[in-house]
Structures are given as structure tokens and as C-alpha cells.
């Protein structure tokens, strides 16, 4: 009756491991990723008057967060000093393929899909710099 304590317990502790600082390369490039849809929230609300959580979901807009997250592993990569390792080649090639979806196949779909160069860049800079603050501070 009681056996699936341990087993519960067990897949917590394995969860606490994982989302530990341990993993700091996995868990801060997500949290800058929704970050950054904050910003974005912050940015529609405060020039549209439209406080809408749905806005944290959409694609589109200023800043992309596909690009902070981009931004934000290449700068963990390179803080680890890994510049020249293939992972940080790899991460490269990534970025450039999610950069280009981002600014480019997905906005001939839809204008409201995809995003425009200075939604790219200041998304990335924002993946960097929220970045550098939690490499330092954490």
C-alpha cells in the first residue's frame, strides 16, 4: 500500500538533481527563453494597453525569445570557455538554423509569426545579457 512512497520520493529527488545548479547550462538558457516572453509581455502591455497572459504564447514580436535562448547558450558556451569545442560549433549551426526560422521562413508565412531583424538582435543581446547577470550573481 505504501510501496509507491519511495518511488514518488525517488523521482523527486532525481527532479530536485536535475533542475539543480548542476545543470546550469540546461536550466539558464530556458529561464532567459521565458524571460524574455516577460519582457515581451512587459513591452505589449505597456504600448498596447493589452495585459493578456496569452501574449506569453504567441510567436512574433519584440524581443524573440528564440534568439535569447540562442544567445544564451552560445554565451554560457563561451564563458565556459568552450570556443573551441564542437559543441560550441554545433550550438552555432543550431543558432543559425532557429535565427532563420525565426527572422525568415516563419514570416513569409505570417508578418505575425516570425520576426524582423531588430527583434532578432535585441533578442539575442537580451539572451546574452540576462546571461552574463545569472553567470555572475548565481
Not at 518511488?7 to 546550469?24: A, D, H, P, R
Not at 525569445?65 to 570557455?81: C, E, N, P, Q, T
Not at 570556443?83 to 532563420?100: D, M, N, Q
Request: hydrophobic content about 50%.
Amino acid at each position: 500500500k505504501f510501496q509507491i512512497v519511495p518511488q514518488i520520493v525517488g523521482k523527486l529527488c532525481s527532479w530536485y538533481t536535475f533542475l539543480s545548479m548542476e545543470n546550469y547550462y540546461f536550466i539558464i538558457p530556458l529561464f532567459v527563453a521565458s524571460a524574455t516572453q516577460g519582457i515581451k509581455w512587459l513591452i505589449v502591455g505597456l504600448t498596447k494597453k493589452h495585459w493578456s497572459l496569452t501574449i506569453l504564447t504567441k510567436y512574433g514580436g519584440m524581443p524573440s525569445s528564440h534568439s535569447a535562448l540562442i544567445g544564451s547558450v552560445l554565451w554560457l558556451l563561451f564563458r565556459l570557455g568552450a570556443l573551441h569545442e564542437t559543441s560550441f560549433i554545433v550550438a552555432v549551426a543550431f543558432g543559425f538554423v532557429v535565427l532563420r526560422d525565426a527572422g525568415g521562413l516563419r514570416r513569409k508565412v505570417s508578418p505575425l509569426l516570425g520576426h524582423t531583424p531588430p527583434e532578432i538582435l535585441v533578442g539575442f543581446i537580451c539572451g546574452v545579457i540576462l546571461t552574463e547577470i545569472i553567470f555572475l550573481y548565481v
